[in-house]
């Protein structure tokens, strides 16, 4: 959740037609490419990247990083509206994800067996550990 | 530019908090706001010398701060490390704030060639 970015737009054009333009990449940033294609090239200043997804004219998803940066994974979802398309982004840090969500179950999960498990679980390792 | 590798300030916050026991000391110490390793430890399934340990940990990624009063340590959180996340976030949005309204100008000039 903290480790997500999501923004969105909404034009009036069809999906079809806002998917070509996501081929015009000035949009992306200045010298920049993008191949819609799964495996396709991503290109944008400094940052470089693959295309995991591509499913025209509804979702693009692809990782991206700058040198030195950890890679980013970004999800470009097109919504067809009654007249027009919404565009929504969200960008993640996979790995702030993941730990994301080994939190969500260790403090949210009040019922269930979660709780025993994860405090027996961890107890394990400490023994180890405090030596 | 505050921190000059973010990267390893976030890989230092998140591998103190891959451990469930850290977490729950963690979460603890949040709802407590200060307290002694011996105070916690009575808390948690685990012994006062493995809670001095994992406090450590997190001292070490930035999450914790100590406090000497007397003779006892007290540990308290410090949330500021988690703000490198913020500070991502707030740059990143405001990246794909610029590329979305570029999106829009960029299919904008078609809207007026149409008819």
């Known amino acids: 959740m903290e480790h997500t970015v999501e923004r969105e737009l909404t034009v009036p054009e069809e999906a079809q037609e806002v998917w070509r333009s996501l081929a015009e990449p000035e949009w992306l940033g200045e010298d920049a490419a993008i191949e819609l294609r799964e495996a396709g090239e991503v290109h944008a200043g400094e940052r470089d990247g693959f295309v995991e997804e591509a499913d025209a004219p509804r979702r693009l998803v692809f990782w991206w990083s700058a040198p030195a940066e950890e890679a980013t994974r970004v999800e470009i979802d097109l919504d067809e509206l009654d007249e027009g398309t919404r565009v929504r982004v969200t960008e993640s840090r996979p790995l702030a994800i993941l730990d994301g969500r080994d939190l969500a179950i260790e403090f949210g999960g009040a019922g269930g067996g979660a709780g025993p498990v994860a405090s027996g679980a961890a107890a394990v390792p400490l023994v180890g550990a405090s030596r | ?115």
Do not use: C, I, N
């Open chain 2, 1 to 115: 530019m505050p921190a000059a590798h973010p990267v390893d300030a976030a890989d230092a916050v998140f591998g103190a908090l891959s451990d469930s026991t850290r977490r729950a000391l963690y979460a603890l110490l949040g709802q407590r706001g200060e307290a002694t390793a011996t105070d916690l430890a009575r808390e948690l399934p685990v012994s006062r010398q493995a809670v001095q340990k994992h406090l450590g940990t997190l001292a070490g990624a930035g999450l914790v701060a100590t406090r000497r009063s007397g003779r006892e340590v007290l540990y308290r959180p410090t949330p500021g490390p988690m703000s490198e996340a913020l500070e991502w976030m707030a740059e990143v949005g405001s990246q794909w704030d610029d590329r979305l309204a570029a999106l829009d100008r960029q299919l904008a000039r078609g809207r007026s060639l149409s008819p």
